[in-house]
C-alpha cells in the first residue's frame, strides 16, 4: 500500500558555510513511508562513505523487507509492531557494513554515523536513532523534541551536571557517545509513536539544531507548513545566516491524511490485545 | 588551556592552568591552589575540568565561595567569572576567550568524537567500585572521555574533521571574518516595516522585528516576510496567486525587498519601508 497520498516528504542538505564538504547523508521514499538521515564522521571523505553507505543501505533493505512483512503486523516473539524488529536488524545490517569497511580498508578507518530513521505506517511513525541527530514533531502549532541526544552533553544534563540553558555555553557539543559503524555492535534508539494528521515531523542534523532555535524552528513549520519544501529550504537557510558552521540536513514529513493499513482479520483481531 | 588568576585587593599573585581534570582550593598545603588565609577552608572548592567545560563546585565551606558576587554551590564556569573566596579573588579565563579576531571561532574547528560505550561504562563501573557520588561521576565520564579521545587519537577513530583542520586554518582569516560578522551585525541591521495602504486597516503600521511574519489568509494566500542579515524578503508559501511587488508578481524564489517597495497580497496593498 502506498503512503504517497498520505505523506508529503520534502528533504535539503548543505554543506554550511564553514566546512569543506557535506558528510550528511539524506533519503526518503515517500511511497513506503521511509525517511532516513545520516551525518557522518570520519577524515577525508570516509564521513560521507559511512553515511552514504547508512542511508542506502537502510533504504534498499527497508523496501525489500516490506515486501515480505507489513511493518505494522504485530511481531509474535516480541509482541511490539514488526516495524520495530526490522528497523533494529536492518541497522544492525549497516553497522556491520560500516564497521567492516572501516577495518579492511586503512582510508576509511575510524569512519562513523549518527542515524535517524523514521518509518511510517498504520497511523504509526517508528523512530529509530543514533548518536545527536534529532527528530521533532510540531503537532498544534507546538514543537517537541522527540528524539533525545546519545551525547556527553544530553549525559550532563540528565546527571544534572548541566541545565538545557547552560549546555548551550558549553565547549563540549561535538562529542556523541553512541555512532553507527565504530564498534562491532550498536544498539539502535527505537520508539513508536502513534501519528496524527496535520503532524510536521523534523529529522535534522545538529548543523541545523546547534545553529537555530527551537522556537524560530517552530515559527518556521508554522509559516511555511503549507509548503513543505520551502520550509525545508529555508530552515537550512536560517542556519547558514547564523554562521552554517556544520553541514545542515533536514528531512520533513507532513501527515496529510491518517494512513490505517488494510489489515486481515487476524491482524485486526490481534490488535484489540495490544 | 582555561586559566585562574588569583589576586588580592587588585593585586596579581599567581596564575594557575587547569591541567588537570580536578583542581582543588583550600587552607591547607596539598590542595593544587593553596590559599593560606583563615577566611578559607582547608578544602574549600574544587574546579571539575571535562574537556573545554569548567565547573566549580564549593565543598562546604565555612563562609562559601561567591562567583561575580553571588554565593554559589555549583556553579558552570563562564570567561571572566570572579570566584572570591574570603578577600581573595581568582579571575576564570576560559580557553575560547572571544579575544581573537583574525584567529577565528575555536569552535568552528571542533571535532566530532564517538565516546566508546565501552570506555564509558569501564570507567563508571571503577567510578562505582571507588564509592563515588556525583563527583565521582563526573570523574569517571572524564576518564571517559579521554580514554575515549586517546584511543581516537591513537587508531584515528570518528575524528571527524582532522584532516580539514589544516586547510581551515589557513583559510581561517578570509573565512573567519565573514560568518562571525553576520551575526554580530543583527543588532546594528535597520529595523524594516511595513505600512498597510489599503483595505479596513489602511494606515496601520507592523514592525518587523521577527524572524519571520507571515502575511495573507491561510488556505488563500500566503506569504512570509523573511528578516535575514542581509536584510528583509519575501517569499510566496500557498496560494493560487503570488503576491506583487511594485506591480510584477515575484517568483517562487526570495524576493529582496527594498525600502519602499509596494507590496500587493490577497488584495490589500502595503509598503515595505527601513526605519532608521
Known sequence: ?274 | MAKLILSLDGQLIKEFTLSKERTTIGRKPHNDIQIDNLAVSGEHAIIMTILNDSFLEDLGSTNGTLVNGNPVKKHFLQNNDVIELGKYKLKFIGEAAPAAGAGGDKADFEKTMVLRPSTMKAAAQAAAAAGGGAQAAVAARQAAVQAAGQSAAATGIADKDAAKAPAMAAAAPAAAAAPSAAPAAKPAQPLGAIQLLSGGNAGKELELTKPLTTLGKPGVQVAVLTRRPQGYFITHVEGAVRPQVNGQQIGAAPHALKDHDVIELAGIKMEFFLKT
Open chain 1, 1 to 274: 500500500m502506498s503512503l504517497i497520498s498520505s505523506l508529503e516528504m520534502a528533504r535539503a542538505t548543505h554543506t554550511g558555510m564553514v566546512r569543506s564538504h557535506n558528510e550528511d547523508s539524506i533519503a526518503t521514499d515517500a511511497e513506503i513511508g521511509l525517511a532516513v538521515l545520516a551525518d557522518g564522521m570520519g577524515g577525508y571523505n570516509a564521513g560521507e562513505v559511512a553515511s552514504g553507505i547508512a542511508t542506502a543501505l537502510i533504504s534498499s533493505e527497508t523496501r525489500e523487507a516490506l515486501v515480505r512483512q507489513p511493518p505494522h503486523e504485530v511481531d509474535r516473539a516480541t509482541g511490539s509492531p514488526f516495524a520495530r524488529k526490522l528497523l533494529a536488524d536492518i541497522i544492525a545490517k549497516a553497522n556491520t557494513s560500516i564497521f567492516k569497511s572501516a577495518n579492511s580498508q586503512p582510508q576509511y578507518a575510524g569512519m562513523g554515523t549518527t542515524l535517524v530513521v523514521a518509518l511510517f505506517s498504520n497511523n504509526q511513525t517508528t523512530i529509530a536513532h543514533i548518536g545527536d541527530s534529532r527528530c521533532y514533531r510540531q503537532r498544534g502549532g507546538k514543537l517537541e523534541q522527540i528524539t533525545r541526544d546519545h551525547s556527553l552533553l544530553q549525559g550532563q544534563i540528565d546527571s544534572g551536571l548541566l541545565t538545557k540553558e547552560a549546555a548551550k555555553r558549553s565547549q563540549n557539543k561535538n562529542l556523541v557517545t553512541r555512532a553507527l559503524g565504530i564498534e562491532p555492535a550498536v544498539e539502535a534508539e527505537i520508539h513508536t509513536y502513534p501519528a496524527q494528521e496535520g503532524d510536521i515531523y523534523l529529522i535534522c542534523s545538529d548543523g541545523l539544531n546547534d545553529m537555530v532555535e527551537d522556537e524560530d524552528i517552530e515559527m518556521t513549520l508554522g509559516a511555511f507548513g503549507a509548503n513543505l519544501q520551502l520550509a525545508a529550504e529555508q530552515l537550512v537557510q536560517m542556519a547558514n545566516d547564523s554562521g552554517g558552521r556544520d553541514n545542515i540536513s533536514v528531512v520533513l514529513i507532513k501527515v496529510k491524511k491518517d494512513f490505517p493499513a488494510d489489515e486481515g482479520l487476524f491482524a485486526k483481531f490481534f490488535s484489540w490485545f495490544k
